[in-house]
């Protein structure tokens, strides 16, 4: 560290390109950095190869409806042992819808209450409390998923299950399900907080970023802080909120151990026209269903049908990742974004 | 009720009526007098009530509206304004002048407690706003009466109609339609001189425009409020002579309406459109009197010498 | 005005000021109260968490709990401790780290010194965000898809007929690092990256080549990024369920495999606080939530003691570059 107090002499060494160690070590970096990228490429590959005859025996139907999923995985499950007899038959949409609704919910939960909460970090928490905000965010972002599951299933599932089912309710639906507070309101109110630290953190940085004489500008003209902030601030970073809620749709998605633990684990789709019930019906996204089965993995065409879950999660994901670091990258170059 | 609310006489000002007429409006008015608790003591009570003073305190801004007494502002240690008191009347343009770094931004930024937003800035003395200690008003309320422009233009990132209706469709507490917008837009580009230049695009971006052009949108933008004191800062420093020319000549005729504060380096634009001049040296009003005086009798040296261009 | 000189230090005013009339409207003010009741709601739910978990901790944990191993029961009190748990995210977290620290940083270089082609170098950031966006469940069974090769066995959990299960603390510690790579790029990259240009040429002014000037001058000085980065990809190992729960087995107490020492429980199988907390709980087959309370509350103080590090390091190793 010495070396960095002498002075500059004045004259840059511009390029090393003829030192053999120089490119060596440039090349063994650059090698070990492009093996990321052929890893994931290895990754989606080989997950899709492993879960091509899911797909090549169900056809498009795999992604819609029909039966009781959880009925077709335990026959998948129960295959003959020989290759030729292998049973294949899955309509996974229950678990699609499980996942796509779970993660919406949670997502647009979590967008409004990430806004607003960055606004009163940065512009209006008082100076202790803002010192104390911005660690307990850290805090809850570091908490594990399984220390939320347990939780929700020692704490929020018999909260609801108490607090919000009536009878009418559970014999209502009695014929198809039990309701017994492990539901879709559970898996979404933990998902919410779970997701909440990532687009807070984006945001916030973001917020900080909004050059202080546009919020000067719009004072000065008389309008309140709150209106300034909202009209001026929040508007110029809503591509920073769109990029926190993609990366977080990204989280969503991928989240197992907890869904599994709060959501019922029940491959059914709540049904949207079912009113208020519908929150307090369980399901399965697609990552706890993959957890469910893990024990099941060797069996083959029920292996091969988990792959094919773990096929769309992951090419979801890296597309919600993917677009999310696109969508703050070109916020870098207007200078007003999270990094 | 004799007793109107601030924002109830503010509504009359937007909707065409030039603020001075609120003496009328307001004249039948008992004057009642809300003690002001001396500068040191708690203001929330009075805070309360200091919408019923605006009416009571009336005849006091037919002349002088700001009051600024023994002002100091310190960013750290570096004081940048040292006990300046000046006055800002209506209906004349006071200018004030001095070299770089002087406090003169540091001093407008006070009138309006813009410089509160400042973390580090510290400010003493009083700022008056008709007879009303500015510190026991609602900021918000002060600065919809005290309109600034900023040396830096800063448009914020919409289209050039969106940027001048800002300040109409988010200060009161309903927002106007375009429709009755679009006038008084017009009228502020027009007032700004830079109407001809935006009248066929004002959907586009306000970014996309030139430094001058952007410089005199937020004139515009600070104009289409209308201010009762307009606080200018630098208001022409990029701007060409024609377009300069308009807006000296928009700041004319404003004055009879209400009370304006230029800072301009161009000591002839001071004697072309300012009554007071303030001349800053590091931080203290040097000189302060009737142009005249300033530019033709000095009585501080240092005022002489830079209004002869031997400094600064 | 005799009070017009009394010093009045801006901040200290404003505050308790009314708000006048007119200037905030209805939604103005609901605006504000839904961002402090946010604000707040955030503070409560660190905190009931944390209190709920501490109250179960206190009643439940003890030091009995804390060495002994798991066995099975029937009966709450007959199921043992979490010795074994305890081991396994020490192992696994040492094994995680141990693979994606070098990597990392070295990641971290090579997009910060050299970065050419800069599309590739694109690319490769682009894929380091996917990493953290990518489901730990589908990363967890693709590790399973390659130690399930025989060529794998070496570092596998293997049945008596030769069967590789894919199972193994190796297996979970490669898939693990991957899991805490983009972390350690993370902080080295911002480390990196805020050392001045003025630094590295004055290295090389003294005649130092690039290679060089990154392992004498370079390294040295992001060393509190790489910890934080490091420090942070270690509290998502310590964290991570999915990963343990497919790659490690179900197995509560370690089952090391093999003869020799150290290597034998890293072939095996076992478990970590998360899978302990898991299997536990309701949702698992242990069924006996206050060992599974205990366990989080000892997850839950590594995290915060993780945090408090994270805290520390990267206050002092702030440098200002004169
Ligand atoms: N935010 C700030 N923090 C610290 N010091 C400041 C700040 N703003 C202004 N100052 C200092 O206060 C002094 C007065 O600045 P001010 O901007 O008022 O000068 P000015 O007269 O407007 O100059 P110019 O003619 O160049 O615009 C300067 O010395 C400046 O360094
Ligand atoms: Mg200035």
Sequence with gaps: MSSLTYEATGIPVESEEADPVNRRVELLLGALASSVLLFIAGMILFTLFKAWPSFAANGLAWFGAGGNVDAQLTDIFNSPADPADYIYKLRAWPLIWSTILISALSVLLATFIAVFSSIFIVHFAPGPLQKLIEPVVKYLAAVPSVVYGLIGILVLVPWINSTFITEEMRSSVAYVIQLDGSSVMAGVMILTVMILPIMIALIVDSLRAVPLNWREGALALGVNKWRAVRTVSVRAIRPAIVAAAVLATARALGEAIMLAMVTGSIGFAPNPFDGFLFFMEPSRPLAPSILDGEEGLSVVPFGETMYAFGFILIVSCVFFSFSGWAIRQSLGRYSIGAR | MGIESADEVHDRTESGIPPIKRIVVNGEMPPVRVSQGEANGAPTHIAESFVIDQGAMAPAWTEERMKVESLGVRFDRKEAVKDVSIEVNSGEVLALIGPSGCGKTTLLRSLNKLVDLTPTAVRSGRIMLDGQ???????????????????????????????????????????????????????????????AEVSDNLSHPALSLSGGQQQRLCIARSLAVRPEVLLLDEPCSALDPISTAIIEETIVELKSEIAIVIVTHNLQQAERVADQVGFMYLGDLVEYGSVEQVFNAPMAERTKDYVRGDFG | MVSGKS?????????????????????????????????????????????????????????????????AGTEQS?????????????????????????????????????????????????????????????????????????????????????????????????????????????????????????????????????????????????????????????????????????????SLQLAPEGAIPVLDVLKGTGSTLTSYVYQNSPAGEGKAPEKAYAAAFVLLLIVIALNLFVNQISKRGRHTWG
């Design chain 2, 133 to 195: 200690d500015t510190d026991l008003m609602d900021d918000t309320l002060l600065r919809k009466k005290v309109g600034m422009l900023f040396q830096q233009p800063n448009p914020f990132p919409m289209s050039i109609f969106d940027n001048v209706a800002y300040g109409l469709r988010e200060r009161g507490t309903k927002r106007p339609g375009k429709k009755e917008l679009e006038p008084i837009v017009v009228d502020a580009l027009e007032r700004a001189g830079i109407w």
């Design chain 3, 7 to 71: 010093r009045r230090p801006i901040k200290a005013r404003g505050s308790r000021k009314v708000r006048a009339r007119g200037v905030w409207s209805i939604g103005d003010r609901v605006g504000l109260t839904i961002a402090w009741a946010t604000g707040i709601f955030l503070c409560l739910v660190a905190f009931s968490v944390t209190i709920y978990l501490a109250l179960k901790g206190v009643q439940y944990l003890n030091l009995d709990i804390l060495i002994s191993r798991p066995e």
């Design chain 3, 78 to 250: 007959e199921t043992g401790g979490i010795l074994d748990p305890m081991i396994g995210t020490l192992l696994l977290t040492i094994l995680g780290t141990a693979i994606a620290a070098p990597i990392g940083v070295g990641i971290a270089i090579w997009l910060t010194e050299y970065g050419r082609p800069s599309l590739l170098a694109r690319f490769v950031e682009a894929g380091i965000e996917m990493l953290v966006g990518a489901p730990s469940i589908a990363l967890a069974i693709f590790g399973l898809l390659i130690f399930q090769n025989s060529f794998m066995a070496p570092f596998s959990f293997t049945a008596e007929g030769g069967a590789v299960f894919g199972r193994s603390f190796f297996a979970a510690g490669a898939i693990m690092s991957l899991i805490a790579l983009p972390f350690v790029v993370g902080g080295t990259r911002e480390a990196l990256n805020s050392i001045p240009k003025h630094v590295r040429e004055a290295s090389y002014a003294l005649g130092k080549d690039q290679a060089s000037t990154i392992r004498r001058v370079l390294l040295p000085s992001a060393r509190s990024g790489i910890a934080t980065g490091t420090t942070l990809g270690m509290a998502q190992i310590i964290g991570e369920t999915a990963v343990v729960v497919v790659l490690l087995g179900a």
